[in-house]
């Protein structure tokens, strides 16, 4: 069964960057869309970027011109580039991918990742 695998979170100082990985554990032939979402403190799971497979990106507001989602399909792997991070994007990021089909043709409606988590604070 494939996983998607998050790294590349910990504790950042505001204004400070990361960058997450996603890493797919099988051999993807397509997709439809990757996406990162998180789920901070007393907050509800929000999405804060996706990638279609043409190359479509979206983002959250609050992340528009901080956060670059890109992807790697030789590599299997989708990234979130954060930059001046703040207190208010603490949070567990999880991967997710819509519509994964894997090389021997097992697809999936929907993937998610386990998360790494994210701590914005000086």
């Known amino acids: 069964q494939v996983r998607l695998v998050e790294s590349g979170g910990g504790l950042v100082q505001p204004g400070r960057s990361l960058r997450l990985s996603c890493t797919a554990s099988g051999r993807i032939s397509s997709w439809n869309a990757l996406g990162w979402y998180r789920h901070g403190p007393g907050k509800s799971r929000e999405q804060v970027a996706g990638?279609?497979?043409?190359?479509?990106?979206v983002y959250q507001d609050s992340v528009k011109g901080r956060f670059t989602i890109s992807r790697d399909n030789d590599k299997n792997t989708v990234y979130l580039q954060m930059d001046n991070l703040n207190p208010e994007d603490t949070a567990v990021y999880y991967c997710?991918?819509?519509?994964?089909?894997?090389?021997?043709?097992?697809?999936?409606?929907?993937?998610w990742g386990l998360g790494t988590l994210v701590t914005v604070s000086s």
């Open positions: 997710h991918g819509v519509r994964v089909v894997l090389e021997d043709g097992t697809t999936y409606s929907e993937l």
């Open positions: 990638i279609t497979s043409g190359g479509s990106t």
